[in-house]
């Protein structure tokens, strides 16, 4: 009889991630290659200023490449036929045609607003169409239906009843409306993917092709791969890292997994539990300052508050999250009996630091710029700029004699980067094309700059999903602009808070998951907080609450069935359906789930001022107050879930666990009393039971 090892059809092994490999071969291939690499260096142009041109055309231009590029490419990594390729690069060149025609038009367009001829409108509904079969051919049918069902309620939304209903909009209106401007395809989305998105997923390339995920990989083996469930711990601590510089956390599942879970699976951990550690990691990083993959920008751009409120609001939850997830897949070990590697097979986190520490140096200018005021745009060009010069210029100094001249040379790099504060980009612009110049001229130098030309191509073709997904979320908040949709279910939810504030965060944290379905992290936090977001605030939730609220939900759909991108993403690396991984994911991703609640009642758990708790007791003891229930209620919740503490746990013993987490999470009338009460109870008769076991031993 054939053993059943959950092998996925061959199909099913690029469903959710079509562009996983590298570019193909041939001559087509290279040409895809190049326009890449055109692209990223369009974009770094663009965030450098070394090409000046209007937002609105920057953001055409944009979304044109996104075409150029995502149709093809996705033509031949599905496979289609002489007529799906034709298709293909139909409307990529018609892509291309949208983007030329906003460029030469732009003064013409701007002075017709209103009054769009008949041309425009053709230009405008080639440009929904593309959009809409670039997303679906990507990213499946979910936000193509969601921004379809929009986009039929601006159009015929008037013959709805009430409150439903909007005063009716012409159908030249609707287009012109979406298609030109900053309210619709143009919008504050697709703006946040030419701009943040796109250099934070290059400054990730970059890093990763210089050897980053191999760095955090060894210093998390040399830090607790020899502690119980370290395969596990490896992986929790290099996604983690790794997921809060990637612009996506799909995407870090299949990078760093493509070496933790074969390394947790060796290592004795079921399959879909390996895939749902990593899933949770990697989305996890989502949510960890400094970076959060961007969204950290989005929120702070939307909110118009500084960066630095946005990193102290998610400080404390984004370490309830992965102590969550490390208490989790520490038990599960426990329960297993999976202890650690011996030190003699794991790498030194000392000697992996001093070999590799100059790869950090980017990371910790970036975060001081953020810290510092400096816009997230500066912060990441710069950021990029370092990078640039620490690859370069470490190909060179390989070159040189070692010793004093090394050193030398590193110095003078050292102060041309310094120099960048007195006297602009331009001398590190300059210093970067005399690095080029000197590389061209060794093996070693023209292998280093094949590795920048490679992350730039990388970075672009990273970019494609977001960047598409931005662009058709924009027809979203385009509707919602023009109908005012995002009142109506606003008044909805204030309607039922009015009455239970927690059915409101209950139908608000399942709109968010629903809508997250199938949407990267960025535009669904785009989506959730236009349509959730002023609803909460109206209902007395303070406004960065509100927004880590949905952004939450809206991370943790991708760990959710039946969608589950994240956990679909871990499927052909772990040899397990996506549907079991995504069961395994909910429960090690608890602290996701809880914390925001939490957060909503306490506001200090998110260090915000507010809050009942907070007037009682006062600011700083509300602060320790809920983040200790928070901890302990996520600790009663893992031993609950696992069904081990120090020995296996009986179905009793387990079920006054998880009433003693929910009693400490719900925020009811003597709830906190009756869940402290419960968790002594449980702590006492642990105690007692290990009193016994010692005694017979």
């Known amino acids: 009889m054939?053993?059943?090892?959950h092998e996925l059809p061959e199909a099913d092994l690029g469903l959710h991630d079509p562009l996983a490999e590298s570019f193909p071969g041939g001559a087509e291939g290279r040409a895809l290659f190049w326009l890449a690499v055109t692209f990223s260096g369009f974009q770094i142009a663009v965030a450098a200023h070394l090409i000046d041109l209007p937002s609105q055309v920057v953001r055409a231009v944009h979304v044109g490449f996104l075409m150029a590029l995502g149709?093809?490419?996705?033509?031949?990594?599905?496979?289609?036929?002489?007529?799906?390729?034709m298709l293909a690069y139909g409307l990529a060149a018609g892509g291309v045609a949208i983007a030329a025609y906003q460029w030469v038009?732009?003064?013409?367009?701007?002075?017709?607003?209103?009054?769009?001829?008949p041309r425009d409108i053709v230009m405008g509904v080639l440009a929904l169409v593309t959009i809409f079969f670039a997303a679906w051919a990507l990213m499946g049918p979910a936000l193509p239906i969601i921004s379809g069902l929009f986009l039929a309620y601006a159009l015929w939304g008037n013959h709805l009843p009430a409150p439903l209903d909007h005063r009716g909009y012409d159908f030249a209106q609707v287009i012109e409306h979406l298609t030109y401007g900053t309210e619709g395809i143009y919008g504050i989305p697709t703006y946040v993917s030419a701009t943040y998105i796109f250099l934070f997923i290059l400054f990730g390339a970059f890093l990763e092709k210089a050897g980053m995920i191999k760095l955090f990989t060894d210093v998390s083996l040399g830090l607790v791969g020899h502690r119980m469930g370290g395969a596990a711990k490896v992986s929790v601590l290099s996604s983690g890292l790794m997921g809060t510089i990637s612009g996506s956390g799909v995407a870090n599942v299949v990078t760093t997994g493509q070496f933790t879970i074969p390394l947790m699976k060796s290592f004795g951990y079921r399959p879909a539990f390996a895939g749902g550690v990593e899933a949770t990691a990697s989305m996890g990083g989502q949510i960890m300052p400094p970076v959060m993959g961007a969204v950290a920008f989005v929120m702070a751009e939307t909110l118009g508050v500084e960066y630095v409120e946005v990193?102290?609001?998610?400080?404390?939850?984004?370490?309830?999250?992965?102590?969550?997830v490390f208490w989790m897949v520490h038990l599960e070990a426990g329960k297993r009996n999976l202890r650690g590697l011996s030190r003699e097979e794991l790498p030194s986190a000392k000697a992996a630091l001093k070999e590799g520490w100059f790869l950090i140096l980017p990371l910790g200018v970036l975060i001081w710029l953020l810290f510092s005021g400096y816009t997230p745009l500066f912060a990441g060009t710069v950021g990029l700029a370092l990078t640039g010069l620490l690859i370069l210029g470490g190909s060179v100094a390989l070159g040189l004699p070692a010793g004093a001249l090394r050193v030398i040379f590193w110095v003078f790099l050292g102060l041309i980067a310094g120099a960048f504060f007195k006297f602009g980009l331009n001398i590190v612009l300059i210093a970067l094309a005399a690095l080029i110049a000197v590389n061209l001229f060794s093996k070693g130098g023209r292998e280093t700059l094949a590795l920048c030309r490679d992350s730039l191509a990388e970075g672009a073709k990273t970019a494609l999903p977001v960047g598409i997904a931005c662009a058709l979320v924009g027809v979203i908040i385009g509707v919602m602009t023009l109908t005012g949709a995002a009142n109506t279910f606003g008044q909805y939810i204030v309607g039922v808070g009015e009455k239970s504030l927690f059915l409101s965060l209950v139908l608000t944290m399942v709109t968010c998951i629903v809508l997250g379905m199938g949407i990267p992290t960025i535009p669904n936090y785009i989506i959730t907080s236009s349509i959730a977001g002023p609803a909460l605030l109206a209902l007395g939730v303070p406004l960065i609450v509100s927004h880590m609220f949905v952004f939450y939900f809206g991370i943790l759909a991708d760990l959710t069935p039946p969608v589950a991108l994240a956990c679909f993403a871990a499927a052909p690396i772990a040899k397990e359906r996506g549907?079991?991984?995504s069961f395994e994911a909910v429960k090690v991703a608890a602290a996701g789930f809880v914390v925001p609640f939490m957060a909503v009642y306490t506001p200090a758990l998110m260090l915000q001022d507010g809050g009942p708790l907070a007037e009682t007791i006062g600011y700083v003891p509300a602060v320790a107050y809920v983040v200790l229930k928070a901890v302990m209620a996520l600790g009663l919740w893992g031993v609950a879930v696992i069904g081990w503490l120090g020995r296996p746990l009986a179905l009793w013993e387990r079920?006054?666990?998880?009433?003693?987490?929910?009693?400490?999470?719900?925020?009811?009338?003597?709830?906190d009393e009756i869940g402290f009460a419960l968790s002594l109870a449980f702590g006492v008769l642990i105690w007692l039971r290990r009193g016994r076991a010692g005694a017979v031993a």
């Open 579 to 581: 549907l079991r991984i």
């Open 71 to 85: 149709l093809p490419l996705l033509s031949i990594a599905k496979r289609w036929g002489p007529l799906g390729r």
């Open 655 to 671: 079920a006054l666990a998880m009433a003693a987490a929910f009693s400490l999470v719900a925020a009811l009338a003597i709830t």
């Open 105 to 117: 038009e732009f003064t013409d367009l701007l002075m017709r607003a209103g009054d769009p001829l």
């Open 311 to 324: 990193v102290k609001a998610a400080l404390i939850p984004a370490i309830l999250y992965f102590f969550g």
């Open 2 to 5: 054939k053993s059943e090892t």
